[in-house]
């Protein structure tokens, strides 16, 4: 695998650019010359939710393909073996393969390691023994993990969560359920939290524990899949933990610190699903104007008609709002600060900003808009 590293603002415009270019040469070739028609939900999806076998094969091209050319790793910290690029790099790299891919190219979304579902400062406090065991297969794209927080009563409340972990000779002894745990149902490992001191969590002063925890332990199971809607399938899983056996080396980081490592999970969300936003609002936008330019009624553009083209001014200010809250929450968090309450109002004005956008796309194209053909929809 090769070290991608940017030194500078130059380096990472040269830096996005090679990531474009790759997932052109590498994601769009899978989608379009490939045996399956990757935008129909029959081809993509088995009956019981999950991604088919030959889907599951093409994600784990792409990812070992950026591997070797030194993408797929470069926002992974250096300790772990990864690029060590800053926030910034990776809001940069994550708003460029929405803008690039789009809804309809979605293999490029696994073009970059996941702080959910890859390698990721979340294995930081990873004992040894765990890195030696689990990192190079993470690192090259082959295997993958979850990140098991969010429980049927414990969503917003993560104190209220009931998953737990009692000590079992040398080890602990894992018990629960976890909800809505993104990539749940193909992970190779996943990251539990599980309360391990019932009183502090009672008080809310800590208590609970991380663990890499491997997929195939006797007691791990995927109970189902969540087909979010629209979707024939999803990537989100109900897990059940039933006396699964971990050894001392499982835990991550220390013992009832283990929330200190979600909030640093979450922040790191919050940016990506900036970004995101933030990439999907200008593709859909660059569609929107090429589309309200070719497209001609009572003998004009339908550009030069206002009712089209102020919502899309409008759209397109607010896109650079979002951008510009997304690069200064990255900055503060490259230079150490916390920006928690920064970074919440930049996933909701981002998230919302996108919605918004792509509902004037929609309506710009007409009845297009409404068709598969657009992705819009």
């Known amino acids: 695998m090769n070290a991608i590293v940017a030194q500078s603002a130059e380096d990472l415009d040269t830096l996005v650019e090679g990531l474009r270019r790759f997932l052109r040469a590498e994601v769009v070739k899978r989608h379009e010359s490939g045996p399956l028609d990757l935008t129909d939900p ?21 990812r070992e393909a950026s591997a070797l050319a030194g993408y797929y790793t470069m926002v992974v910290p250096e300790a772990l073996g990864g690029g060590g690029l800053g926030f910034e790099a990776l809001y940069r790299v994550w708003e460029a393969i929405y803008h690039e891919c789009g809804p309809h190219h979605w293999l490029g979304y696994h ?21 030696e065991a689990v990192m190079d297969d993470l690192l090259r794209g082959t295997k993958t993990l979850c990140f098991c927080m ?23 002894r894992v018990s629960g359920t976890k909800q809505w745990i993104t990539n749940g149902p193909y992970a190779d ?16 002063r800590g208590g609970v524990t991380a663990f890499l925890v491997p997929t195939d332990a006797p007691g791990f199971g995927v109970d189902s899949v969540i087909r979010m809607y629209g979707h024939g399938g999803g990537d989100e899983a109900i897990i059940s933990l039933s006396d699964v056996e971990v050894g001392p080396e499982a835990v991550l980081g220390e013992i009832g610190a283990g929330f200190r490592l979600a909030l640093s999970g979450a922040s790191t969300g919050r940016l990506y699903n900036s970004a995101r936003s933030v990439g999907l609002a200008r593709w859909a936008l660059e569609r929107a104007f090429a589309y309200a330019n070719e497209r001609v009624t009572f003998g004009r553009p339908i550009i030069d008609n206002q009712a ?9 200010t607010d896109l650079w709002a979002a951008r510009l809250m997304g690069i200064e929450c990255a900055r503060r968090l490259d230079r150490g600060e916390a920006a928690r309450t920064e970074l919440a ?25 409404f068709t598969n053909e657009t992705g819009l929809r």
């Open 111 to 131: 073009a970059v390691a996941h702080w959910a579902r890859g390698p990721s400062h979340v294995l930081a406090g990873a004992s040894p023994t765990v890195r």
């Open 42 to 62: 029959w081809q993509v999806y088995s009956p019981d939710g999950r991604f088919r076998p030959e889907v599951l094969t093409l994600m784990r091209e792409v």
């Open 308 to 316: 089209v083209s102020f919502p899309l001014a409008e759209g397109s």
């Open 150 to 172: 969010s429980e049927p009563d414990a969503g917003s409340d993560a104190w209220m969560m009931r998953t737990r972990a009692d000590p079992s000779g040398s080890g602990w």
């Open 189 to 204: 490992y996943a990251v539990v939290f599980a309360v391990t001191d019932s009183e502090a969590v009672a008080a809310r």
């Open 345 to 369: 109002m930049t996933k909701s004005f981002s998230t919302e900003m996108a919605v918004r956008v792509v509902d004037r796309a929609m309506q710009v194209h007409g009845a297009m808009g």
